[in-house]
């Protein structure tokens, strides 16, 4: 993942010099920070965006062939300032995952959280990293509901991306990497091992109030 994220991060950044001469530096300095007290946004917003996921890990074969799933991710984020180029992110995602599998698509939806350390690159584009913690509210195959006690329910992993800032709006991508298992599964009382995880690229547009 190191060649696209070193991309959207000169892509961010070029979008940095069009905000800086559009909007003037006043607002890349605001950070979106709760405690700025001015600016246009105050610290939280709604985010939402396509989610590109697959599964990884050394045991995936054991699924077949199968190919990554399109979907999406939506929810809330808030931001702590910290320092002028350091602040905390929170955030809670409604977050749908799976594989296309034998003309099936196996979808997993997630609540997710999570809480990211925030670094500024220039006044308008910043990078973020931190883990992140989830818990699986239902698994689908098609519309039929999958049952979820072979499962891993409590999901946990890191997320890293890059970000910039346009007036009131967010665009950013990310790529979260799962370290839980995805089965929990026990023969005659023995935990099979299974390494197959989680993997998900994300590209979003936030909106702060």
């Known amino acids: 993942m190191k060649s696209p994220l070193l991309f959207i991060i000169a892509l961010l950044i070029s979008i940095n010099t069009f905000a800086q001469s559009e909007y003037g530096p006043s607002a890349g300095q605001q950070n979106h920070n709760l405690f700025s007290g001015t600016g246009p946004n105050s610290g939280f917003g709604i985010k939402g965006g396509v989610s590109f996921a697959t599964l990884r890990g050394s045991d995936k074969d054991v699924l077949g062939d199968f190919s990554g799933l399109t979907t999406f991710h939506a929810g809330v984020y808030t931001q702590f300032s910290l320092g002028n180029t350091f602040s905390i992110q929170p955030e809670a995602l409604y977050s749908r995952k799976g594989i296309e599998r034998n003309d099936s698509t196996f979808r997993f939806d997630y609540l997710e959280v999570p809480i990211l350390a925030v670094f500024n690159i220039t006044e308008t584009v910043s990078v973020h990293f931190g883990p992140q913690v989830g818990i699986l509210m239902s698994a689908k ?14 999901a946990y992993g890191v997320a890293a991306g890059a970000e910039a800032r346009l007036s009131v709006f967010r665009l950013g991508a990310r790529y979260n990497l799962g370290v839980e298992d995805l089965r929990k599964e026990t023969n005659q009382g023995q935990k099979i091992n299974q390494d197959i995880k989680h993997g998900v690229f994300q590209v979003y547009l936030g909106l702060g109030f």
Do not use: Y
Request: proline share 7%; glycine share 0%.
């Open 141 to 154: 195959e098609e519309d039929t509901e999958v049952n979820i006690e072979p499962l891993n329910t409590f």
